[in-house]
């Protein structure tokens, strides 16, 4: 009588499991000549000496250089600027996650539609604009990290709306390299890391943009 029948993915790692078998919890390298030595992580941890100041500029930058949409303003005057931002889409509804500052919604008149766990494709399609924070902001690469906080949301919500406005409270969570990003976030939490809005080009280089997300991505450079 045979026994049950074994998937693709538990024979996978099954030979993962056998291959580790004698490699020490600890992550020091095994004795013995046939094994390599421990990797060297020597690497930098940040690229040149910018201050603060020169970090938020560095980050503006590079997220211009891929085609986001940057604004800055004060805390006092983010709900009107968030407001402008939907009224010159024409946005009728936003998605909000559920930990969202609700003040940074009281300059628009768009109907907020709540991040639920039913939430279908075709539901989050038809949403005109996702209003989000962040949990960290890369200078270096131009790139938004959103860790599914709060006051962030689902990842999906970020996906499906084609106009996400994305708010980054400077200097306090702008960080100059990723591995100081890294630092900051829970690697059991699921992470989107976002550099410019979803684009793709085709062999010829011909640029699509909304193919995998959204279509444009306005950043908020919030100061206090």
Request: glycine share 8%; hydrophobic share 40%.
């Amino acid at each position: 009588m045979s026994g049950p029948e074994v998937s693709s993915r538990e024979r996978i790692l099954g030979r993962v499991r056998r291959a580790l078998a004698d490699v020490p919890g600890d992550g020091a390298p095994p004795a013995g000549p046939a094994y390599e030595q421990e990797v060297e992580r020597g690497y930098l941890r940040r690229h040149g000496d910018l201050d603060a100041a020169g970090t938020v500029e560095l980050l503006a930058e590079n997220l211009a250089d891929y085609r986001a949409l940057v604004h800055r303003c004060s805390e006092a005057e983010l709900p009107s600027l968030i407001g402008r931002l939907l009224a010159a889409r024409g946005a009728r509804t936003v998605v909000v996650p559920p930990g969202l500052d609700p003040d940074w919604l009281s300059g628009t008149g768009a109907e907020r539609v709540e991040d639920t766990a039913t939430d279908s494709p075709e539901r989050l399609d038809a949403v005109d604009s996702v209003v989000t924070a962040c949990a960290v902001a890369i200078a270096e690469t131009g790139t938004i990290v959103l860790d599914g906080g709060p006051d962030q949301g689902r990842r999906r919500i970020t996906l499906v709306p084609d106009h996400h406005v994305c708010v980054v409270r400077v200097p306090e969570q702008v960080v100059s390299s990723v591995p100081e990003a890294l630092e900051r976030l829970d690697p059991v939490r699921p992470s989107t890391w976002i550099s410019g809005p979803s684009a793709t080009s085709d062999i010829e280089l011909d640029r699509v943009e909304g193919v995998h997300g959204p279509r444009t991505l306005e950043v908020v450079l919030v100061s206090a």
